[in-house]
């Protein structure tokens, strides 16, 4: 892999992403920030860049160091996180916070070996802070680069049954600029060997690609056979008082959407469940909502009523103009949308 070409090519279009040092800063001295790197990392994780953008300015304003995000309670943490799903990075960005406060002084390691002490940090982000913020030497491998190598060796299998061997590929090529190598590879993957176009002649792996050569890049990566994604379904309930504030309560601090904000669900099952009210009122039934999660998807029968707010006592009661800032999650906010609330 011509590691040169790629690192030029990078030079000269490097995207321009707020959690990023450019080649020209690193070249006059400028180092990558490794709290910034490690927060736009647990975000990209299952999301795109521009979904993260706007998350990740917001974060850095609230708690501009590792220091204050430490020191900022979960349940703020997990409000500004609310619409990025895959609640538990948040829970881990948390506590990884705290280790690297309480257990490092405030100072990341500055090695893939000692990253991967903290918690939530795995192989690929370890990886990647490592090579970004402190140039070691190891290849960083994401969806993005599975793509690129995919198609530039012409894999005949799913890229989940080659993994070693792409990483041992990649390896080879990492050169002494490891961080800018990296990134590069990252931007090739995002915008010129995409999902659904591949840009050859503009790309600097041009002449080693063997997808190119054969003349359909798009062919490769080769899909793994997807199995069925099992259904869940329940029933969502929707309580309102006499002055139309909404009852909340928080979620379990384990399973599934841990310690997120919701309306009161029956039990999500195979079979759609008798609904059981969870209050004396006049329900009425609203429609059906559809979420999928990674390993099933889950429909859920949205009831509402206005209810006597006696008894519901383990949650709160929000005003409908302070649901923006609760912290819930996509699935519920679709509840309440279901609803005929904001």
């Given at each position: 892999?011509?590691?040169?070409?790629?690192?030029a090519w990078y030079d000269?279009?490097a995207r321009d992403l707020?959690?990023?040092?450019?080649?020209?800063?690193?070249?006059?001295?400028?180092?990558?920030?490794?709290?910034?790197?490690?927060?736009?990392?647990?975000?990209?994780?299952?999301?795109?860049?521009?979904?993260?953008?706007?998350?990740?300015?917001?974060?850095?304003?609230?708690?501009?160091?590792?220091?204050?995000?430490?020191?900022?309670?979960?349940?703020?943490?997990?409000?500004?996180?609310?619409?990025?799903?895959?609640?538990?990075?948040?829970?881990?960005?948390?506590?990884?916070?705290?280790?690297?406060?309480?257990?490092?002084?405030?100072?990341?390691?500055?090695?893939?070996?000692?990253?991967?002490?903290?918690?939530?940090?795995?192989?690929?982000?370890?990886?990647?802070?490592?090579?970004?913020?402190?140039?070691?030497?190891?290849?960083?491998?994401?969806?993005?680069?599975?793509?690129?190598?995919?198609?530039?060796?012409?894999l005949e299998v799913p890229?989940?049954?080659?993994?070693?061997?792409?990483?041992?590929?990649?390896?080879?090529?990492?050169?002494?600029?490891?961080?800018?190598?990296?990134?590069?590879?990252?931007?090739?993957?995002?915008?010129?060997?995409?999902?659904?176009?591949?840009?050859?002649?503009?790309?600097?792996?041009?002449?080693?690609?063997?997808?190119?050569?054969?003349?359909?890049?798009?062919?490769?990566?080769?899909?793994?056979?997807?199995?069925?994604?099992?259904?869940?379904?329940?029933?969502?309930?929707?309580?309102?008082?006499?002055?139309?504030?909404?009852?909340?309560?928080?979620?379990?601090?384990?399973?599934?959407?841990?310690?997120?904000?919701?309306?009161?669900?029956?039990?999500?099952?195979?079979?759609?469940?008798?609904?059981?009210?969870?209050?004396?009122?006049?329900?009425?039934?609203?429609?059906?909502?559809?979420?999928?999660?990674?390993?099933?998807?889950?429909?859920?029968?949205?009831?509402?009523?206005?209810?006597?707010?006696?008894?519901?006592?383990?949650?709160?009661?929000?005003?409908?103009?302070?649901?923006?800032?609760?912290?819930?999650?996509?699935?519920?906010?679709?509840?309440?949308?279901?609803?005929?609330?904001?």
């Open positions: 892999m011509d590691s040169p070409a790629v690192l000269r279009h707020p959690w990023r040092v450019s080649p020209g800063d690193r070249r006059a001295g400028i180092n990558p920030d490794p709290y910034r790197v490690w927060l736009s990392e647990v975000m990209l994780q299952q999301t795109t860049v521009a979904a993260v953008k706007s998350y990740f300015l917001r974060f850095t304003s609230l708690w501009p160091t590792v220091r204050d995000l430490a020191a900022a309670p979960l349940d703020a943490v997990l409000r500004e996180w609310a619409g990025l799903g895959y609640y538990a990075r948040a829970r881990n960005l948390h506590a990884c916070a705290e280790a690297v406060v309480r257990d490092h002084g405030g100072v990341f390691p500055d090695t893939a070996a000692g990253l991967q002490s903290l918690p939530g940090i795995g192989a690929y982000t370890s990886a990647a802070i490592a090579a970004i913020c402190f140039d070691e030497r190891v290849a960083v491998l994401d969806g993005n680069l599975d793509r690129v190598l995919a198609r530039y060796y012409a890229v989940r049954e080659a993994k070693d061997e792409l990483r041992g590929a990649l390896q080879l090529a990492v050169p002494e600029r490891s961080g800018d190598f990296a990134q590069a590879m990252m931007d090739l993957g995002a915008t010129i060997c995409a999902p659904r176009a591949a840009m050859c002649l503009v790309c600097p792996l041009h002449d080693g690609c063997e997808a190119r050569a054969e003349g359909d890049p798009l062919r490769y990566p080769v899909k793994p056979v997807k199995a069925e994604r099992p259904v869940r379904r329940g029933h969502a309930y929707v309580m309102r008082d006499a002055a139309g504030d909404v009852y909340l309560q928080t979620r379990p601090a384990k399973g599934l959407l841990a310690s997120m904000t919701e309306v009161p669900t029956s039990d999500w099952a195979a079979d759609l469940p008798e609904p059981h009210y969870p209050a004396e009122g006049n329900w009425r039934w609203h429609g059906q909502v559809v979420h999928i999660f990674t390993h099933f998807r889950l429909e859920l029968d949205v009831w509402s009523a206005v209810v006597a707010p006696e008894g519901l006592d383990a949650g709160w009661w929000a005003a409908p103009g302070t649901l923006a800032g609760e912290a819930l999650p996509t699935l519920f906010r679709k509840v309440l949308a279901e609803a005929g609330l904001s």
